[in-house]
T-cell receptor, first 116, second 106 residues
């Protein structure tokens, strides 16, 4: 069984469109994250949720809106896609909160978004 | 700030030992992860350091000096499959370094 699963794995779309990426974890973790990895391979945190509550919200355009219907799911919706949004988006989960007894992060396989 | 710095690229020979350094600003620090990422794959956990000293796990060891804002990952008996990016990350805000791309040659 996959611990952290994301869909879709690949997404190709036009500028201006709206798209969503879904993430689910079956590890029973309380905290979930979205990371963006650009072409230079820099892995940057975007959001963190703990028990459906937003904890970390880095400087991300408000076109990006995370939604956590329950603690096992954290979806990412992106409005009005731009060329610069092309990247690999990784979902992750951990037992605890950043700064505390986090436990290791478990990453999904990534969703490669290409904006044309 | 909480900048994390790592060398961009390193090369080494199969069977050798390589040390990958990571430096960070000490303000707010409470622990460090090391992750391995093969091209096109997700990062996978290698080690966690919260106290000063060396943590050994098979061929891989990780060292931390909190007062110096310094960590390193030591890879022994290098294998071709160790060619990957190695990322250090602060556990206070889960910020990753830019990663070090290691290439192992025969």
């Amino acid at each position: 069984d996959t611990a952290v699963s994301q869909t879709p794995k690949y997404l190709v779309t036009q500028m201006g469109n709206d798209k969503s990426i879904k993430c689910e974890q079956n590890l029973g973790h309380d905290t979930m994250y979205w990371y963006k990895q650009d072409s230079k391979k820099f892995l940057k945190i975007m959001f963190s949720y703990n028990n459906k509550e937003l904890i970390i919200n880095e400087t991300v355009p408000n076109r990006f809106s995370p939604k956590s219907p329950d603690k096992a799911h954290l979806n990412l919706h992106i409005n009005s896609l731009e060329l610069g949004d092309s990247a690999v988006y990784f979902c992750a989960s951990s037992r605890g909160l950043a700064g505390g007894n986090t436990g290791e992060l478990f990453f999904g396989e990534g969703s490669r978004l290409t904006v044309l | 700030g909480q900048n994390i710095d790592q060398p961009t690229e390193m090369t080494a020979t199969e069977g050798a030992i390589v040390q990958i350094n990571c430096t960070y600003q000490t303000s707010g620090f409470n622990g460090l992860f090391w992750y391995q990422q093969h091209a096109g794959e997700a990062p996978t956990f290698l080690s966690y350091n919260v106290l000063d000293g060396l943590e050994e796990k098979g061929r891989f060891s990780s060292f931390l000096s909190r007062s110096k804002g310094y960590s390193y990952l030591l890879l022994k008996e290098l294998q071709m499959k160790d060619s990957a990016s190695y990322l250090c990350a602060r556990t206070d805000k889960l910020i990753f370094g830019t990663g070090t791309r290691l290439q192992v040659f025969p």
